[in-house]
Nanobody, 116 residues
Framework: QVQLVESGGGLVQAGGSLELSCAVS????????MGWYRQVPGKQRERVAA???????LYGAFVKGRFTISRDNAKNAVYLQMNSLNPEDTAVYYC??????????WGQGTQVTVSS
């Protein structure tokens, strides 16, 4: 069964940076898009950033140039560099992968906490 393993979350002060990583293993399909979502208690999960197999990127409006998504197709990995973090970025961040037949897969999530 495919596994998405996230790493890089943690506690950071406002204005700081974190880099999230997600490695996809036991894969049995071709990957189309990869990306990151986030969720806070009581709110819907929202897309942070996504990147296609061709390198096209899409960011949530709240990102405002602070985050950069990248992927390594050879490693089946996706990364999210987050700069200028603020307390509103505190959430559980989930790695997301979409196959070429439009099945979605999710990681277990990694907590990002930004202190003021």
């Amino acid at each position: 069964q495919v596994q998405l393993v996230e790493s890089g979350g943690g506690l950071v002060q406002a204005g700081g940076s974190l880099e999230l990583s997600c490695a996809v293993s036991d894969i049995f399909f071709s990957i189309n898009a990869m990306g990151w979502y986030r969720q806070v208690p009581g709110k819907q999960r929202e897309r942070v950033a996504a990147i296609t197999s061709g390198g096209g990127t899409l960011y949530g409006a709240f990102v405002k140039g602070r985050f950069t998504i990248s992927r390594d197709n050879a490693k089946n990995a996706v990364y999210l560099q987050m700069n200028s973090l603020n307390p509103e970025d505190t959430a559980v961040y989930y790695c997301w992968v979409r196959s070429t037949v439009l099945n979605d897969y999710w990681g277990q999530g990694t907590q990002v906490t930004v202190s003021s």
